[in-house]
């Protein structure tokens, strides 16, 4: 890349000599600047000329200077320059949807979650009340709430509050019941927790003994899914202002980009009605979710992309997540004797799904959390693609994966999509959950690079902040924002900056196909960039998360100006 870089400044410099000194037209020129190209040779460059919406040409100040002219001429003054940032992995629809619910994150305790929750009643018009972001494991008690407090509170109104990472919720009574849970529904593929009482027992001895009693509120995996399907939606005209404000917050950070994991076909249309209005200045790379809605309506029309939204992938969920014990383990959990986690689906569904999406051109993108549901999908993408596919399906998150394992990502052309910031978010009670020999395998983000040569970077957002320059500072230090721990979390395990910006813009553009077209500053891709007030190659590593974007570009145009 670095050579065709130099090739073409070269012709340009000739014809421009050759024309007598005429120059090129441009819409605007980028110069005086730290180009941060992220091409294959990481080339770092001082200029660029933009016409329309693409990159004509990058160059030094007088390459650039001499083959190209513009009326506006935008002199960065040395500061740093990179391709727009691509999420490859959060839930932006969701995130946007938090943004009118009870935010819960942060919450110390159970009794802070019910005073937010009291505060958030009083100004709330929906129907329902709902939040997201509690984590008992953050709570001095870590167990799992119960929901008669909420219940004698809100006895008439539904209260449903999610756990950080979706996979658990706490719902009162009156949203049990609207969801038409009772005590003794059973679900595959997640849990429904309930009470243990104590009850006479029988015989002459009358020993008590200890059963299931009423549910406790606690929903886990697709327990859960049965009363998100009862919840209203918000109005069209509020989803539309909260997807409004998520886009900006996204292009606050330096988001130009994201890979929303699991939507549904009046979501994706709704993302379509912004994009027509001319709104919609993210590009979505969508996933659509595993579905019967939309199989019939995506299986017969195929993948489409526009400029801002490409639809050509599907997710499944293969098991639950670790800090809900819903995570699938080849041995039960340290913490949980005889509990292993559960897989979401039969092995047959996802046999039968991967092999029709294979057949209709759809790339595959699968949550594995737990090292069996690694491994179970890992063989299916190899019993289905076969080697030297160019498939690029992917496994979302790959959180534990045995070391037996990782060799199957290269021979199967399998893509690593993972979260850096999981890593902190987990480390202060991952080796409960797992024990000390399984830690080997988990969060292994430099042992899958060695094996893949590729890892798409996301932070999974609203599970985790969505500041891209956390993804950063987790994925090279491995601490927290606090600078815990001392010396970095398996920081063997640790990416170096250069990879880590590869993998918030090349590499996750190619885990979406669109490597043509984005995730470097290169001639014919978009004019997608950010400008950032200091230099996250040369500043010190704590200077990291405290990294400013200055400016966003999005096809030629500033979206965002820090004022």
């Known amino acids: 890349m670095r050579t065709l870089l130099i090739c073409i400044t070269a012709l340009s410099l000739f014809f421009t000599s050759c024309g007598g000194g005429k120059k090129q037209d441009a819409d605007f020129i980028v110069k005086n600047a730290v180009v941060y190209t992220a091409d294959p040779s990481f080339t770092v460059l001082q200029s660029f000329a933009v016409k329309e919406d693409k990159i004509i040409a990058v160059g030094t100040d007088a390459s650039i200077e001499i083959a190209f002219q513009s009326d506006s001429v935008i002199d960065l003054q040395g500061k740093t320059v990179l391709p727009g940032l691509i999420d490859a992995h959060c839930h932006f629809y969701g995130y946007a949807k938090g943004l009118r619910e009870c935010n819960l994150i942060g919450t110390k305790s159970f009794d802070e979650v019910i005073a937010r929750v009291q505060s958030f009643a009083k100004t709330n018009k929906r129907t ?26 809100f006895p008439n109104t539904p209260v449903v509050l999610k756990r950080i990472d979706g ?91 994201v890979t ?116 179970m999908v890992l063989k299916l993408y190899g019993e289905i ?67 893949c040569k590729q890892i798409a970077l996301g932070t999974d957002f609203p599970v985790e902040d969505i500041n891209p320059m956390n993804t950063l500072y987790a994925a090279v230090a491995r601490k927290d924002l606090k600078g815990f721990p001392q010396g970095g979390f398996m920081k063997q395990e640790s990416l170096s900056r250069k990879e880590t ?4 813009t090349a590499w996750a553009a190619y885990a979406a196909f669109e490597e043509e077209e984005k995730g470097s500053l290169a001639p014919g891709k978009y004019a997608d960039f950010i400008v950032l007030d200091k230099d996250p190659m040369k500043c010190s590593e704590d200077e990291i998360p405290s990294i400013k974007v200055l400016q966003t570009w999005s096809a030629g145009r500033k979206v965002y100006e820090l004022k």
């Open 128 to 153: 329902w009340i709902i939040g997201r972001g509690w984590d008992q494991n953050d709570w001095p008690v870590k167990q799992y709430p119960n929901r008669k407090i909420l219940d004698s509170l």
């Open 167 to 257: 996979h658990a919720a706490l719902a009162n009574g009156a949203a049990l019941r609207a969801a038409g849970i009772t005590d003794s529904t059973e679900i595959t593929g997640g849990e429904i927790l309930r009470e243990m009482i104590s009850v006479p027992g029988a015989g002459r001895r009358n020993r008590e003994k200890t059963v299931a009693g009423p549910a406790t509120g606690i929903l886990i995996d697709n327990a859960v899914d049965l009363v998100d399907r009862v919840v209203p939606p918000l109005s069209t005209e509020d989803m539309r202002d909260a997807l409004l404000e998520a886009q900006q917050n996204c292009l606050k950070v330096g988001l130009t980009s």
């Open 260 to 375: 929303d994991a699991g939507l549904m076909k009046r979501e994706i249309d709704e993302l379509s009605a912004l994009e027509t209005s001319g709104q919609l200045q993210l590009r979505i790379y969508a996933m659509l979710s595993d579905s019967t809605p939309n199989y019939d309506y995506y299986l017969s029309k195929g993948p489409f992309k526009t400029s801002h939204i490409n639809v050509r992938s599907f997710k499944f969920y293969g098991d639950g997540a670790l800090g809900s014990r819903g995570a699938f383990l080849l041995e039960p959990y340290s913490d949980m004797p005889g509990h292993r986690g559960f897989l979401l689906r039969s092995e047959k569904h996802y046999r039968d799904k991967f092999t029709l999406l294979r057949d209709k051109g759809f790339q595959v993108c699968t949550h594995c959390i737990g090292d069996s549901a690694n491994r």
């Open 385 to 451: 693609l076969g080697e030297n596919n160019e498939a690029r399906w992917r496994i979302e998150h790959a959180q534990i994966v045995h070391p037996e394992d990782r060799q199957w990502f290269a021979r199967y052309a399998v893509i690593p999509s993972v979260q850096p910031t999981h890593a902190t978010s987990d480390m202060y009670w991952a080796e409960k959950r797992l024990g000390a020999a399984r830690m080997a395998g988990a969060y292994a983000f430099r042992s899958l690079l060695n094996e």
């Open 501 to 504: 910006i590869w993998g918030m």
